[in-house]
């Protein structure tokens, strides 16, 4: 018995993931993204490649869809709105809209009691002087909007900084936010899944390590003390009650020295830093998200092998071509079947399951697919 139709807006890698995992559930996909070579759009039934703001594609991608999902958060609030009116939409336009706005997510998590980075909107270059002089700490300087792998942000050392930071991200042109710069620890990650039912159910912590904004590489079990790994389950769990969220949602935190966790950001879909549930537990993210919008039992995820998952980006690829054939048994290549390979631009990732932990490091380390980023192999 065949499922129902999903419409899914955004067709990149995680669209394409989306439809692997979903195919053998009986679900079948229609896609929306103006780009021709999605990778998502030419595994579906149907790929509607045209503009977002397309009137026509609009009536066509409802009566095409029994319900809708979005995979990357910058589909434009506007349309997913418009959707939600005419068709299932279960993860909802109000949360996509918290999470496309920096300091909307952050006053959300305010609310809710969740600790962040202090954070202040800033309209002037006097506005960040002030942030600098009050926190006494550097500053991040991020776009409130569309940025994304760390595009979009300047650390600011100094008053004297300030103002050149405010124009360089054309500051009296869109909203910018001002974040205390955290000496954190390890940045690290719970993928939860609450689903229209209700029952919610988090995937095991990762540990992420970022190059130049983006992902790296993701560890998993993460390198933190039992209580600390209670106390990020049991945030994500507040925080998928308290959205009364549907589908899955990434919570970026940062462990601090002193061992409190402040939310960094939140993502209300699947996210790279869990991949390696592709081959790690017994249940994928995608597999769980669609569960979760479908409103079918969730299922309870165990990890089966620490994994390491490593990004590979456009300028990893020759180092990748070479070792292809070799790859250890242990290592899952997920290759997103993008045309053109530039620098920055994910490619595929590799998850390396292994006994450990340290033996998943060790292999990989032997491998140098990509230079190992500061820090992973300590
Ligand atoms: P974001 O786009 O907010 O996920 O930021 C990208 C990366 O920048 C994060 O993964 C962190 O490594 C770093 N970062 C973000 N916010 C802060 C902060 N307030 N203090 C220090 N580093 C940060």
Known sequence: ?????????????????????????????????????????????????????SKETLEEFTRNSDLVTYEFENIPYPLVAELEQKVSLPQGSSLLSICQHRIREKQTLQKLSIATAPF?????????????????TPVLLKTCMGGYDGKGQRKVDKVADAEAAFQDLQGDQRELIAEGWLPFEREISVLVARSTTGEI??????ENVHEA?????????ARISADLNRKALNIATQIAQGLQLNGMLAIEMFVMPDGQLLVNELAPRPHNSGHYTQDGTNVCQFEQHLRAICGWPLREPKLHSPTVMLNLLGEHIPAL??????????????????????????????????????????????????????????
């Open 1 to 53: 018995m065949m499922g129902p139709t999903i419409g899914l807006l955004g067709g990149g890698q995680l669209g394409q993931m989306l439809i692997l995992a979903g195919l053998p559930l009986g679900l079948r996909f229609v896609v929306w993204d103006p780009d021709p070579g999605s990778p998502a759009g030419r595994l579906s039934t149907r790929h509607f490649c045209k503009p977002y703001d």
């Open 120 to 136: 202040q909107s800033v309209a002037s270059a006097g506005a960040l002087e002030e942030c600098l002089q009050q926190w006494q």
């Open 201 to 206: 159910h988090c995937f095991p912590v990762v």
């Open 213 to 221: 904004g983006i992902l790296a590489s993701s560890l998993v079990p």
């Open 321 to 378: 071509q070479a070792w292809h054939a070799g790859l250890p048994a242990e290592a899952h290549l997920h290759w997103y079947g993008k045309a053109e390979a530039r620098p920055g631009r994910k490619m595929a990732h590799l998850n390396l399951c292994a006994a450990s932990l340290d033996e998943a490091l060790e292999e990989l380390e032997k491998w140098k697919l990509r230079s190992p980023p500061k820090g992973i192999y300590t």
